[in-house]
């Protein structure tokens, strides 16, 4: 497997995991239950799952009242953007075996 295979491998299971913790914990509030912190939210999408935690903010009403997620979120995405960009564009070359 290609480092290539493995980022995209990477980046789909944790967008997947952001909205679907986004999905659960909308549940569990409805339910009244024991409910996912908003630390480990924010984690999820500072570890490559903002657009999936985005998507499930929106797809399931699920704390789009909170300003620190509705800027937060996307203020992540954008940092991770330009991240990407920077190390794409950068004048070091990385050598990845």
Known sequence: MNVITLLVAYFTAVNLIGLFLMGLDKYRAKKRLWRIPESTLFIIAIIGGSIGSIIGMYAFRHKTRHWYFVYGMPAILVLQ???????LHSPVQI???
């Open 95 to 97: 050598q990845i075996m």
């Open 81 to 87: 953007i330009a991240l990407i960009y920077a190390i």
